[in-house]
């Protein structure tokens, strides 16, 4: 009951900061270097973006490096 308690919090507090860093962006003026970044909410979604690529990337090297549970065992 206590580890559901706890990732539960974790969440809401990661969804918590991930809201006031998305309204707090309105609060500031943009200067883009290149336009888009300039753009309301683009950190956050080139974050998510990024967080996305690199989970699926491993996932990927997971799948392509992972070996039999019985790798190691000795041949006889």
């Known amino acids: 009951m206590g580890q559901s308690t706890?990732?539960?919090a974790l969440i809401m507090v990661g969804?918590?900061?991930a809201v006031a860093s998305l309204l707090a962006d309105f609060l500031v003026d943009q200067h883009g270097e290149?336009?888009?970044d300039g753009w309301t909410g683009f950190h956050a979604?080139?974050?998510f973006a990024s967080w996305l690529a690199i989970?699926?990337?491993s996932k990927g090297l997971g799948m392509l490096l992972k070996?039999?549970?019985s790798y190691y065992d000795k041949r006889q």
Do not use: D
């Open 15 to 17: 969804l918590a900061v």
């Open 45 to 47: 979604a080139f974050g």
């Open 67 to 69: 070996r039999p549970a």
């Open 34 to 36: 290149f336009g888009f």
């Open 55 to 57: 989970v699926g990337v």
């Open 6 to 8: 706890t990732v539960r």
